[in-house]
């Protein structure tokens, strides 16, 4: 270990080892950031330029609250740019009420240029002329439907043949959920474009193998959202929402795949032993009605409270602060970001064994991995961890996880991954 000595003024003489070592000459400039790990990071101020495509606010949900999250973590050392949707999808497409984020506080992009145009070609033409023009030396985009095939599909070929830029995938699923033949010859063909990909479940992993064999993929966690942040306490939190402890959570667009039916159907057997309040909160994009017969059949309305809409950014927090449980009850799934949610409240989460989970939640340190399709392992876990009183002990976990969860470790990934087109993080020094 090198040290150094800190002077009146805040200034610090970087060592010679440390200079030689980083190659470092009078003039050159530095970059000095702190790490989500709180470790101070000195390296050679060698930023590159990155365009990124993706939704960001005005729009809702997972997808653009990542993309955005992502733009500023990158833009902390790197020249960014960040061509965002103005129109996302056709009202006439989207299953849910809108696509709009009703939001008071949006997760906001500084500096973002609102250009493409999903129902019109000549912004999607406009959109890769303006990367080329960047010069950059790395193109950044989600992907998870093959809604967007045409439109990235044009871009990436104008781009590639045009500059040297490198393209990188972030694949938030890589066959859409509920896929159809069409949808993976779509994929396939705008995937092909790729230089580098990040996916974040190893089920992902092995459909972008299987349909690109010699890919360069890396796998990594998916980042916290703690950017939701609002903490209040969990009693004002679980009276605002109308509930009474203990309280479980069902967080997210409510969708078959989710296997809510699951974790309905083992509320009797949670109730026999813990006078529980399933939260389901989350808009239904259909089937509503099957899910409150069974609520009725069931006998458990006066334990099940549903919050049916999209819920805005401000507006989180107090859900998650009243649970002292999240449930995935997934049938099928690649990743999730609502056990990310959790995680970022430090709620310990009961998930199923399906896609990227069980490679997230630790079984018996940061919750309970259970078999999809079982309301009995649901209503096993869920009284387990609530008579072993499990709580404090998980969220003890999840506090010694936030490295592995951060963004800056997915931006260390990216740096690492893109090689020759990013410099890779120097080691810290402490």
């Not at 990235?152 to 890589?174: D, G, P």
């Not at 990743?335 to 959790?342: I, P």
Request: glycine share 6%; charged share 20%; net charge positive.
């Amino acid at each position: 270990m090198t040290l150094a000595t800190l002077t009146q003024k805040g200034q610090v003489t970087i060592p010679k080892v440390i200079r030689d070592s980083l190659k470092l000459n009078t003039g050159d400039k530095v970059e000095i950031f702190v790490t989500d790990k709180k470790e101070t990071v000195i390296r050679p101020a060698s930023p590159q330029s990155i365009a990124m495509i993706g939704p960001t606010a005005p729009f809702r949900g997972g997808i653009a609250h990542y993309t955005t999250l992502l733009f500023r973590h990158l833009k902390n050392r790197h020249d960014v740019r960040f061509f965002a949707f103005k129109r996302q999808y056709p009202g006439w497409l989207f299953p849910g009420k809108t696509d709009i984020d009703p939001s008071l506080s949006l997760f906001e992009a500084p500096g973002v240029e609102r250009v493409l145009d999903s129902m019109n070609p000549l912004t999607w033409i406009a959109t890769a002329q303006k990367i080329v023009r960047t010069r950059c030396d790395l193109v950044i985009l989600p992907w998870w439907v093959s809604f967007w095939a045409p439109q990235f599909l044009t871009i990436l070929s104008l781009v590639k043949h045009r500059s040297n830029a490198k393209i990188l995938f972030v694949c938030h699923n890589v066959v859409a959920h509920e896929s159809r033949f069409f949808d993976r010859v779509l994929t396939r063909m705008v995937l092909k474009k790729g230089d580098f990909f990040i996916v974040h479940s190893r089920e992902d992993e092995n459909n972008l193998r299987a349909m690109l064999p010699g890919a360069v993929i890396r796998r990594q966690f998916h980042p916290t959202y703690d950017a939701f942040n609002f903490a209040m306490p969990s009693e004002t939190c679980r009276k605002a929402a109308d509930v009474s402890a203990p309280v479980i959570l069902f967080f997210g667009f409510v969708r078959e795949y989710k296997g809510l039916k699951y974790l309905i159907a083992a509320m009797p057997e949670i109730l026999a032993k813990i006078p529980a309040t399933l939260l389901i909160v989350g808009e239904f994009w259909k089937d509503k009605a099957e899910y409150l017969k069974m609520i009725d059949d069931l006998g458990i309305g006066a334990h099940v409270k549903i919050v049916d809409a999209y819920v805005p950014n401000e507006d989180v927090g107090a859900y998650f602060d009243a649970a002292d449980l999240v449930v995935q009850p997934y049938v099928s799934a690649t990743g999730s970001g609502v056990v990310q949610m959790a995680f970022g409240f430090k709620k310990p989460v009961v998930a199923t064994a399906v896609g990227s989970l069980p490679e997230m939640v630790e079984h018996g340190k940061t919750g309970f991995v259970i078999p999809p399709g079982d309301s009995s392992a649901i209503s096993d876990a869920v009284i387990r961890f609530f008579q072993e009183d499990r709580a404090a002990g998980f969220c003890e976990n999840i506090k010694h996880q936030q490295y592995r969860f951060s963004w800056d470790h997915l931006v260390d990934g990216i740096e690492k991954m893109a090689g020759a087109s990013l410099p890779a993080a120097a080691p810290p020094i402490l």
